[in-house]
């Protein structure tokens, strides 16, 4: 090994000096380490006082604006009112409601009853016909009136009134409607009582005076024209309360239409002819034509039921009455 190596510093060590002292007070410095180069005192650093004042307090805030009140509500449009449709009568059904009428609402008039006599006719109901005959038999205070159908000797309707004579007229007090096949029906006119009953449906109408039965109003009819021709002149009207046998009860309101020929056989027979039209659902349409040489008796007779359309016609025969 060569020992100039250990030797006084050689001029490699001396060239290095003047770097290496700049280099190690750099390190001192970072290492926080004061070094003075002359015995000056280092600079005094001044004292700073500092006071904390208090921040003044923020301005109170603003109050809110007051909320604008909400719009009030748009109310809907009101739903235009409903119509309600009116029932429109059938033509020739006159609208009014159907009510028992009260005394003094139908007229009552002044009457001349037909001596007895009995009256035969043609009668047909629906697709069957056959012989017919009115019996009426008057006696003073009292009537009896029966009117029986039969068709190839077989009895098919009978209807039968007995009552009696007042001021009023025919005033019936039992009325029954027997048919083939089916059981006897009564109306019963009880006069004490002022009501009609029924020995079938359980209702009850008013007795009013000059009511009368599905029978006797063609006695009635009769009789009042009897007494004034001029009742059934064109245009005037004549109007009783009439009852069947099943609780059915109604005013029937005949109107004169006029003068019409009614043909029996090879004849022809002037009559009057008075129509009555029906006023409800399941009524009766009745034309008459009256006889005045026969005391105003029915020549002919049609009454018509709704809804079916069922038709009851008399035609008086050829033969004189009896």
């Not at 000056?40 to 809110?64: E, G, K, M, S, W």
């Not at 007090?173 to 009582?193: C, H, I, P, Y």
């Not at 063609?218 to 009852?243: E, H, L, Y």
């Amino acid at each position: 090994m060569d020992d100039s190596f250990f030797s006084a510093p050689s001029r490699r060590w001396r060239a290095l000096l003047p770097l290496a002292v700049p280099v190690a007070l750099a390190h001192l410095a970072l290492a926080g380490v004061s070094v003075s180069w002359a015995d000056t005192p280092p600079p005094r650093v001044p004292t700073v006082a500092v006071r904390v004042l208090d921040a003044p307090a923020p301005p109170p805030a603003a109050a809110p604006a007051p909320a604008s009140p909400a719009p009030a509500p748009t109310p809907a449009p009101a739903a235009p009112a409903r119509k309600v449709a009116k029932a429109v009568p059938k033509p020739g059904v006159e609208p009014q409601p159907i009510v028992d009428p009260a005394p003094g609402d139908v007229p009552v008039y002044r009457t001349r009853i037909p001596p007895s006599l009995t009256v035969r006719y043609v009668i047909s109901r629906g697709p069957w016909s056959g012989n017919g005959e009115l019996v009426w038999d008057e006696q003073d205070t009292r009537y009896h009136a029966r009117l029986e159908g039969r068709v190839a000797g077989f009895k098919v309707i009978t209807w039968d009134s007995t009552g009696q004579i007042d001021g009023d007229g025919i005033a019936p007090v039992r009325f029954t409607d027997e048919r083939r096949g089916k059981s006897m029906l009564a109306a019963n006119f009880q006069r004490s009582a002022g009501k009609i009953t029924y020995s079938g449906p359980d209702v009850k109408h008013p007795l009013i005076p000059g009511t009368q039965d599905r029978l006797s109003w063609m006695v009635q009819i009769a009789a009042i024209a009897n007494a004034d021709p001029q009742r059934v002149a064109p245009g005037k009207r004549i109007s009783m309360f009439v009852t069947g046998a099943r609780g059915d009860a109604d005013v029937w309101s005949f109107q004169a239409i006029g003068a019409e020929n009614v043909a029996i056989g090879g004849a022809s027979v002037p009559a009057i002819k008075l129509l009555r039209e029906p006023r409800k659902a399941n009524d009766t349409r009745v034309e008459v034509w009256l006889d005045p040489q026969l005391h105003y008796l029915p020549v002919r007779a049609r009454l018509t039921s709704s809804p079916d359309n069922e038709t009851l016609e008399l035609v008086r025969r050829g033969s004189d009455p009896s």
